[in-house]
């Protein structure tokens, strides 16, 4: 369960909310409970105002001095206001999970999570983008509210407190379990400390990366390189180096695959495609080391990807190559393209301007010349444009010639460094 819960953090950390059109915002009170001041049980008075019956969570007035000069008191019996807010949930069965609003009576109880306005200290809104509140129609019914405000209260007490331990080794050791089906932002905060940590932290997580899931690693790959250390680099290039070596095998039509039974074909299938999820987190995670070093690893990476047609693995190697130009790069950020512009990979699809950014952050004479070889291509050649003129500053046209003539002129080769010779 742990590694599923993980793999659902990671999803949700990757995907901006509303991404995808109607989506719904996801409730959870565990991460309203870390971005609330105050959180309470409240009926309905009128027009906006709501009583609060109780209270679980008492905003720090020393976060608003203005609000404290107001003179709000903030405790059972006061009143909040509260203008628009309405109850609703969402029909996940409904097509494009259409929005459900439901009435507010003098029987209802409403747990909120609430966090004074950026900006307006003395206007509250519901945490978890507008979403974090729970309610019942019946005021008999409020021990299941109770226990979804006192559990989330808990779980950010007890993060407070480990977080507040001054030996760092003690604190990541305090705070390691709350990376675990804690929510999204207990989960994102955590990762926070671990950063303060650095090497500590760093030499933490490399100890136990041998026992982890392939969903708990996929959820803390992208991180390593916040972290950073020798020891927990080391142990990231070598699992990169071990799933290369591995994935072949994997892969669909094998000999051997003949006497395999139905079941063994699908779990066959599954690491496949976990490989490949650990390979783009992975290769993601070492570019965020920012060591030039590794560049020659992530070249040959790009290189091995591009033949398997991992165009996820492609992209973080793009970006890794973006955030550390050098001339050896743009060879292989063409060769990615015209890899994946030779052949239709099902799922795997790179995206041009992954391509394009990786060549804008070069800015030479090779990197220009690679666009100008893109302006006519079917599915990159708008990209190649814009960033043709994002480089030169003004619109050259579609013609190469004059984009090469302005880089001889204007431009010169990408030195080991990243910078102009």
Same mark, same amino acid.
């Given at each position: 369960?742990?590694?599923?819960?993980?793999?659902?953090?990671?999803?949700?950390?990757?995907?901006?909310?509303?991404?995808? @059109?109607?989506?719904?915002?996801?409730?959870?009170?565990?991460?309203?409970?870390?971005?609330?001041?105050?959180?309470?049980?409240?009926?309905?008075?009128?027009?906006?105002?709501?009583?609060?019956?109780?209270?679980? &969570?008492?905003?720090?007035?020393?976060?608003?001095?203005?609000?404290a000069?107001?003179?709000?008191?903030?405790?059972?019996?006061?009143?909040?206001?509260?203008?628009?807010?309405?109850?609703?949930?969402?029909?996940?069965?409904?097509?494009?999970?259409?929005?459900v609003?439901?009435?507010?009576?003098?029987?209802?109880?409403?747990?909120?999570?609430?966090?004074?306005?950026?900006?307006?200290?003395r206007?509250?809104?519901?945490?978890?983008? @507008?979403?974090?509140?729970?309610?019942?129609?019946?005021?008999?019914?409020?021990?299941?509210?109770?226990?979804?405000?006192?559990?989330?209260?808990?779980?950010?007490?007890?993060?407070?407190e480990?977080?507040?331990?001054?030996?760092?080794?003690?604190?990541?050791?305090?705070?390691?379990?709350?990376?675990?089906?804690?929510?999204?932002?207990?989960?994102?905060?955590?990762?926070?400390?671990?950063?303060?940590?650095?090497?500590?932290?760093?030499?933490?997580?490399?100890?136990?990366?041998?026992?982890?899931?392939?969903?708990?690693r996929?959820?803390?790959?992208?991180?390593?390189?916040?972290?950073?250390?020798?020891?927990?680099?080391?142990?990231?290039?070598?699992? &990169?180096?071990?799933?290369?070596?591995?994935?072949?095998?994997?892969?669909?039509?094998?000999?051997?695959?003949?006497?395999?039974?139905?079941?063994?074909?699908?779990?066959?299938?599954?690491?496949?495609?976990?490989?490949?999820?650990?390979?783009?987190?992975?290769?993601?995670?070492?570019?965020?080391?920012?060591?030039?070093?590794?560049?020659?690893?992530?070249?040959? &990476?790009?290189?091995?990807?591009?033949?398997?047609?991992?165009?996820?693995?492609?992209?973080?190697?793009?970006?890794?190559?973006?955030?550390?130009?050098?001339?050896?790069?743009?060879?292989?950020?063409?060769?990615?393209?015209?890899?994946?512009?030779?052949?239709?990979?099902?799922?795997n699809?790179?995206?041009?301007?992954?391509?394009?950014?990786?060549?804008?952050?070069?800015?030479?004479?090779?990197?220009?010349?690679?666009?100008?070889?893109?302006?006519?291509?079917?599915?990159? @050649?708008?990209?190649?444009?814009?960033?043709?003129?994002?480089?030169?500053?003004?619109?050259?046209?579609?013609?190469?010639?004059?984009?090469?003539d302005?880089?001889?002129?204007h431009?010169?080769?990408?030195?080991?460094?990243?910078?102009?010779?």
């Amino acid at each position: 369960m742990r590694s599923l819960r993980a793999l659902a953090i990671v999803l949700a950390m990757m995907t901006p909310l509303l991404a995808f @059109g109607r989506e719904p915002p996801i409730k959870d009170s565990r991460d309203g409970a870390f971005q609330s001041e105050l959180i309470a049980i409240v009926s309905h008075t009128e027009g906006d105002a709501y009583r609060l019956e109780e209270v679980f &969570l008492k905003p720090n007035d020393a976060l608003a001095p203005d609000a404290a000069e107001a003179g709000e008191s903030l405790g059972v019996g006061d009143a909040i206001s509260l203008p628009g807010f309405e109850l609703y949930s969402y029909d996940a069965w409904g097509f494009g999970h259409d929005r459900v609003e439901h009435p507010i009576t003098s029987d209802t109880r409403i747990l909120l999570f609430l966090k004074r306005k950026e900006g307006d200290a003395r206007t509250w809104e519901v945490a978890g983008y @507008g979403y974090c509140f729970f309610w019942v129609d019946d005021p008999s019914n409020l021990d299941q509210l109770r226990r979804e405000a006192t559990t989330a209260v808990t779980l950010r007490t007890d993060w407070e407190e480990a977080a507040a331990i001054d030996d760092p080794r003690a604190r990541v050791a305090a705070l390691w379990p709350f990376l675990w089906n804690t929510g999204s932002t207990c989960f994102r905060v955590t990762l926070d400390e671990f950063a303060k940590a650095g090497e500590v932290a760093g030499d933490f997580v490399a100890e136990r990366f041998p026992y982890f899931s392939s969903s708990e690693r996929m959820s803390l790959m992208t991180s390593f390189g916040r972290f950073g250390g020798d020891k927990l680099h080391d142990v990231l290039v070598s699992h &990169l180096e071990s799933l290369r070596n591995l994935y072949p095998s994997y892969l669909p039509g094998a000999e051997a695959d003949v006497a395999l039974s139905k079941d063994e074909l699908r779990a066959k299938t599954t690491v496949r495609r976990e490989m490949s999820g650990e390979l783009y987190y992975g290769a993601a995670g070492l570019a965020h080391f920012k060591r030039t070093s590794d560049l020659p690893f992530i070249r040959d &990476l790009g290189v091995w990807a591009a033949k398997y047609g991992l165009g996820q693995t492609c992209e973080a190697v793009l970006s890794a190559l973006q955030h550390m130009p050098n001339e050896q790069n743009v060879p292989l950020i063409e060769a990615i393209w015209r890899e994946f512009n030779a052949r239709a990979y099902e799922y795997n699809n790179l995206f041009p301007h992954a391509v394009t950014n990786a060549l804008i952050a070069h800015r030479s004479r090779e990197s220009i010349a690679v666009l100008t070889r893109l302006l006519d291509d079917p599915n990159a @050649g708008e990209n190649a444009h814009s960033s043709l003129i994002q480089i030169v500053g003004e619109d050259l046209g579609r013609n190469p010639q004059p984009w090469l003539d302005w880089a001889a002129q204007h431009l010169t080769s990408t030195t080991e460094n990243g910078s102009p010779d």
